[in-house]
């Protein structure tokens, strides 16, 4: 079993829709799993020259359009953010974009700060062992703990 979001359905080759679901309750607490969600984002930078704007607002328009979300959700299992592409048919009657958008309701918005790459990287070690049977996850889970706590630390001046 691989537990992973839409972000990495496309790389497993999802053709199987049987092999999607949506994560479980916790029997200990009687909740749903739930996920950080993060969405994308484009910015411009100050320093643009204004000449430039006519053609950076064309480039956004694309990136942010019907048409490419449309497609972005289907190739990658993105979650369009477009209401014209979330009531489409191709996007309302397509089962694994359903399924992420389920997951997505159940989702929690991952904070926007530094130190949440920090705990990815004390998380990576571990939990990798965990798969591979060299690490039990408890000890697993007090690495992480340990590690994220002290990079963490360390970013902080």
């Given at each position: 079993m691989i537990i992973n979001g839409p972000l990495s359905w496309a790389e497993y080759g999802v053709?199987?829709?049987?092999l999607l679901a949506l994560l479980p309750f916790n029997s200990?607490?009687?909740?749903?799993?739930?996920?950080?969600?993060?969405?994308?984002?484009?910015?411009?930078n100050i320093n643009t020259p204004s000449?430039?704007?006519?053609?950076?607002?064309?480039?956004?328009?694309?990136?942010?359009?019907?048409?490419?979300q449309l497609e972005m959700a289907r190739k990658l299992f993105t979650i369009p953010t477009r209401r014209v592409a979330?009531?489409?048919?191709?996007?309302?009657?397509?089962?694994?974009?359903?399924?992420?958008?389920?997951?997505?309701?159940?989702?929690?918005?991952?904070?926007?700060?530094?130190?949440v790459r920090y705990?990815?990287?004390?998380?990576?070690?571990?939990?990798?062992?965990?798969?591979?049977?060299?690490?039990?996850p408890a000890d697993a889970?007090?690495?992480m703990q340990t590690a994220a706590?002290?990079?963490i630390a360390e970013s902080m001046p």
């Open positions: 053709p199987d829709r049987s200990a607490t009687g909740l749903p799993c739930r996920p950080v969600i993060a969405a994308k984002g484009y910015s411009l000449s430039r704007f006519a053609l950076v607002r064309r480039v956004l328009e694309y990136l942010t359009g019907d048409e490419l979330l009531e489409s048919p191709a996007f309302r009657d397509d089962p694994v974009l359903q399924l992420a958008m389920a997951q997505a309701k159940n989702s929690v918005p991952m904070p926007i700060m530094p130190q705990i990815w990287d004390a998380m990576r070690g571990p939990y990798r062992r965990v798969f591979t049977r060299e690490l039990a889970a007090r690495q706590e002290r990079l």
